[in-house]
């Protein structure tokens, strides 16, 4: 994973990445809140293309499956 840019303030960050997954480049954009303890309050993580949100789901599924299926 490559990490592109990043743009932090006090209480926020926003991160630019991008990999590559079976051959499809994908793009995307962490958006991190946290609290004065330091405590994540909000995480967003937006993908471009269309293609690799699909992908992306599609091997979320299949890893949950196998971790309840291991068990």
Known sequence: MLFRSEVVGKYDAVLEFETVV?????????M????????IVDFKVMVRPRRALDLLQQRM???????TSDG
């Not at 991190?32 to 405590?39: F, K, L, P, Y």
């Open 22 to 30: 079976d051959g499809l480049t994908i793009n995307g954009v962490d």
């Open 32 to 39: 991190i809140r946290w609290d004065e303890a330091g405590q």
């Open 61 to 67: 599924a299949q890893l949950l499956q196998s971790l």
